[in-house]
């Protein structure tokens, strides 16, 4: 386990600079807004303030203000931000993200939830917070060989938490860092106490007509958003899940390109009319960064292609069922992605026992609604100390 710090060279802060002022622009359809994809004038805007207003070493800064650590897991290196609590009754917590994001949707989360004393919370409900870039992801770095599913992330993930000492903790997630979440309960069940999740899918069960037929009017929308959703909304997800490695070379290369392919789902995916109502524009370009300067486009994409890619590999590691024995608790946010419902849930985690829906956020919930992510992780976690 070796300590570390991101010092990015100028070089290739100098590097990116030169591609950005060297970019060729497409063209686009007039008048089509977000419907075809990111506007062009939208993505001159954000790409001129990237070349002359972002200030990474003000993101390294705040990155590096975290303690930071690499160990080799399973033949692949693991990124994680380490943060012990100094209440001495604190319960471990690790905190896995998803895509397009990284270790830095967690910054404004970690303090509360480390220390909530100093942050005018109630001390008994502590942390030790760990947050780990998933393997292919950021300064995790790409892998060096196929087989990095979700199931094989999590027993390195119950690796991790056993080389930290820690026997007993609880697991959270979004996006795919809610599957990993799922399965490190399954995979490490004497020693996860609960699993908490900001998102889920839920498919119709076997008896979908009655089922269905027994939904209100909320559900039967949030039923009828995931039609959709399916019809319109996966193209990303089939891209990476069946030419991983064609995708890499684009945005690999362009860092406009590597810009726009992460903006269209933090547009799609997050609450507001602009996603800059719901996370800056400098925090989002932080995760650019993050998988720019780590060249990992292609290496995080191929976890799609590990995981889910075709539609009965999507079909089961999103939807379960996942028999956990430990709780399982859901914060439901009503710009997600995905929009549950509790019927579906009980069918497919037979364990749960908190559902919170609240009245706004997105996908982004530790960014976009940092104090309702941390007020629900803390009342689920309550009855497990």
Do not use: C
């Amino acid at each position: 386990m070796r300590p570390f710090r991101i010092e990015i060279d100028q070089s290739d802060i100098d590097d990116l600079n030169r591609r950005i002022d060297a970019t060729r622009w497409p063209s686009e359809i007039p008048g089509s807004g977000w419907d075809r994809g990111v506007p062009l004038s939208y993505l001159k805007e954000l790409t001129d303030h990237w070349r002359h207003g972002y200030d990474w070493r003000a993101a390294e800064a705040e990155l590096n203000a975290f303690p930071q650590f690499v160990t080799t897991i399973d033949g692949a290196d693991v990124h994680f931000l380490h943060v012990r609590s100094p209440e001495p009754d604190a319960i471990p917590l690790i905190l896995t993200h998803g895509w397009p994001g990284s270790v830095a949707e967690f910054l404004d989360v970690i303090g509360p939830l480390s220390d909530p004393r100093a942050h005018g919370g109630d001390p008994a409900d502590a942390f030790h917070v760990v947050v780990p870039s998933m393997p292919g992801y950021g300064f995790s770095g790409p892998t060096a060989e196929p087989g990095w599913d979700v199931r094989r992330i999590a027993r390195a993930w119950a690796e991790l938490m056993n080389r930290l000492g820690y026997e007993r903790y609880v697991a959270q997630g979004g996006d795919w860092g809610k599957v990993v979440s799922l399965e490190l309960g399954l995979a490490d069940p004497e020693h996860v106490a609960g699993v908490h999740l900001n998102m889920l899918v839920t498919f119709p069960p076997q008896d979908a007509p009655e089922a269905i037929g027994r939904l209100d009017e909320s559900d039967l929308g949030k039923l009828a958003h995931s039609g959709e959703f399916a019809d319109t909304g996966i193209g990303w997800q089939r891209i990476q899940a069946t030419r991983p490695q064609t995708l890499a070379y684009g945005l690999t290369d362009s860092p406009v390109g590597q810009l726009a392919w992460i903006l269209d789902k933090f547009q799609e995916w997050s609450g507001g009319k602009n996603v800059e109502e719901a996370i800056s524009r400098d925090r989002l370009l932080t995760h650019v960064m993050i998988y720019w300067l780590t060249a990992t486009a292609g290496s995080s994409a191929q976890l799609y292609y590990e995981s889910a890619r075709g539609m009965a590999d999507f079909a089961r590691t999103w939807g379960g069922p996942w028999p956990l024995t430990a709780p399982v608790g859901v914060a439901v946010f009503p710009d997600d992605a995905t929009r549950p419902i509790r019927s579906f849930a009980e069918g497919i985690l037979p364990t749960l026992t908190r559902w919170t829906e609240f009245d706004r956020g997105g996908h982004f919930a530790a960014m976009e609604q940092p104090q309702l992510l941390i007020e629900d992780v803390r009342a689920f976690t309550r009855p497990l100390r």
